[in-house]
């Protein structure tokens, strides 16, 4: 069914849509800032494993009332 799912021609219409949408001034910062949210995701993330235990969630109800 998806044995060629992604062609060359598709990665062009992706891009000549994304051009056409945002513009090729916004692109670049666009990307960088994608770029800088991926590289914190990346370390809370490696904070999380290193620490070991995640954080609890917040309750939406206080029970010491």
């Known amino acids: 069914m998806f044995r060629n799912a992604l062609e060359p021609w598709h990665v062009l219409v992706v891009v000549l849509v994304m051009v056409a949408l945002f513009g090729s001034k916004k692109l670049p910062d666009t ?3 994608l770029g800088k949210s991926l590289r914190i995701l ?4 490696k904070a999380l494993k290193e620490d070991g235990t995640p ?3 917040p309750s ?3 029970s010491t009332r």
């Open 42 to 45: 990346k370390s809370e993330t």
């Open 31 to 33: 990307a960088r800032a």
């Open 55 to 57: 954080d609890p969630a």
């Open 60 to 62: 939406a109800v206080d």
